[in-house]
């Protein structure tokens, strides 16, 4: 049970490059969530799924876009990276909004270089 | 807009030492609240959290929570921490009437001298 896949794990992008970071869980569950962690100011949400076929914006979505390919899967897009984008990115899944007190689920996070 | 706030940004005990991490949330209605922990080099895994009922919750090594309604607040204490317990701690709260936003604190690093 492999539960919530990140990749990549490490990238390094020059200003103006977009790129996808995948992710996906094996848990069947409905949630899903894009993170991104920065000294100082904890995690702050980006976008989340409630459910496969939604998505709504986070605390600080703009200069992302995401897309929930199917329940399993739910990627983060950023289409012109920005040196304030480097980060560490985390997705995580729980159960959904059936359940409103189930844990997340984290993945192991990928590191974000932008130069 | 639901918020969290975690006062203290950096806390440095001595092994046997008791510990209080603050957590106060902004929101009028009903919260599940959560703290999470993450060890150097991990990700983030549940120590604690509160849906309803005994607003006093116990969770993983020995780490307990008291839910305040009228202080909005959702405190972490241990009696008596170890090296171990070296880690960052997250408070975050879901909004029972948006389930699928959860909103995470700045953060407390906690250090443990041994």
């Known amino acids: 049970n492999a539960g919530v896949t990140q990749t990549p794990k490490f990238q390094v992008l020059k200003t103006g490059q977009s790129m996808t970071l995948q992710c996906a869980q094996d848990?069947?569950?409905?949630?899903m969530y894009w993170y991104r962690q920065d000294p100082g100011m904890g995690l702050r949400l980006i976008y989340y799924?409630?459910?496969?076929?939604?998505?709504d914006k986070g605390e600080v979505p703009n200069g992302y876009n995401v897309s929930r390919l199917n329940k399993r899967e739910f990627s983060l897009r950023l289409e012109s990276a920005a040196p304030s984008q480097t980060s560490v990115y985390f997705c995580?899944?729980?159960?959904?909004?059936?359940?409103?007190?189930?844990?997340?689920?984290f993945g192991n996070g990928t590191r974000l270089t932008v130069t | 807009a639901q918020s969290v706030s975690q006062h203290n940004h950096h806390v440095i005990l001595s092994e046997a030492a008791s510990l209080e991490l603050g957590c106060n949330y902004s929101?009028?209605?009903?919260?599940?609240l959560f703290w999470y922990v993450q060890y150097p080099g991990q990700h983030l895994q549940l120590l604690l959290k509160?849906?309803?009922?005994?607003?006093l919750v116990k969770g993983i090594k020995g780490f307990e929570a008291e839910f305040i309604k009228s202080k909005f607040s959702f405190n972490l204490r241990k009696p008596s921490v170890q090296w171990s317990d070296t880690a960052e701690y997250f408070c975050?709260?879901?909004?029972?009437?948006?389930?699928?936003?959860?909103?995470f604190g700045q953060g407390t690093t906690l250090q443990v001298k041994p």
């Open positions: 929101y009028g209605g009903t919260v599940n």
């Open positions: 975050a709260v879901n909004a029972a009437g948006n389930t699928g936003k959860l909103i």
């Open positions: 848990m069947n569950h409905n949630s």
């Open positions: 995580a899944s729980r159960t959904g909004t059936e359940m409103p007190n189930s844990p997340l689920h």
């Open positions: 509160y849906f309803s009922g005994d607003p």
């Open positions: 799924s409630a459910s496969e076929g939604t998505t």
